[in-house]
């Protein structure tokens, strides 16, 4: 007992008061609006030298037509991770967007299915009860088959269409698998061996929530450093 008392103790978090959050997320909504920026001014000069008549180099065109895109998603991810009590059904806002990216390329695909793995996955606590369980999983399965399938096949008519064109970049990459894995793991424990033999005895009742916020937690960072990466690239190709 008097182990617990110092273990909850240690864990005590400060508290974080609207005013610094809102400082917080100011900060790191900038990259993205540097950004936004940055490709509204080039694109108005492009407009004003196509009406004067000049050649322009437009090598990079379609990446770049996508930029106001990854801007959007990077904000609505700075948004979700820095926010002022922030719910899990927040992370809708970047994956909405995110689907229009991810017929663009595979990386951005791979990014898409990576945000909805690890997003929808932290929606599944908001289901609880048993009678639900599999109606969750189910429908989760089924839309992840149905877009890795759909992507898939996307690619690879693209693919076919440019002659000689070889993209090895696959859609769910071997740490994506590790995550799967690791997900099927925390719902096996989450759902049956935790049922079974911790919460009868009311030992670790808040485990099974603690486990699904650490890894989400873990994975939507990752996402959004890619998605901060992705959009700096595309920032970086904004020179006229």
């Not at 939507?220 to 890619?226: A, K, M």
Request: glycine share 6%.
């Amino acid at each position: 007992v008097k182990f617990m008392d110092i273990f909850e103790n240690f864990l005590q978090f400060p508290a974080i008061s609207p005013r610094l959050a809102a400082i917080i997320l100011s900060v790191g909504l900038m990259p993205g609006m540097f950004c936004a920026w940055k490709i509204a001014n080039l694109n108005i000069s492009i407009k004003e030298q196509r009406t004067k008549g000049m050649e322009i180099d437009n090598k990079d065109g379609v990446e770049r037509k996508f930029g106001i895109l990854h801007c959007i998603v990077f904000s609505a991810m700075s948004s979700f991770m820095l926010a002022y009590h922030v719910h899990e059904k927040a992370i809708m806002t970047a994956i909405i967007p995110m689907t229009l990216l991810s017929v663009t390329n595979k990386e951005n695909a791979t990014l898409y299915m990576r945000m909805c793995i690890i997003g929808h996955f932290g929606l599944f606590p908001l289901l609880f009860r048993p009678v639900e369980l599999g109606f969750k999983v189910l429908v989760n399965f089924l839309f992840f088959t149905m877009s890795v399938y759909l992507l898939h096949n996307l690619f690879e008519c693209v693919g076919k269409a440019n002659i000689g064109f070889k993209d090895p970049y696959p859609i769910i990459t071997t740490s994506d698998k590790c995550g799967l894995f690791a997900i099927c793991m925390l719902l096996l424990f989450n759902e049956i061996l935790h049922p079974l033999y911790f919460q009868p005895h009311g030992i670790m009742e808040f485990l099974p929530l603690m486990a699904i916020s650490v890894f989400c937690s873990i994975g939507l960072i990752l996402c959004w450093v890619q998605c901060a990466k992705l959009m700096y690239t595309i920032c970086g190709m904004c020179t006229v």
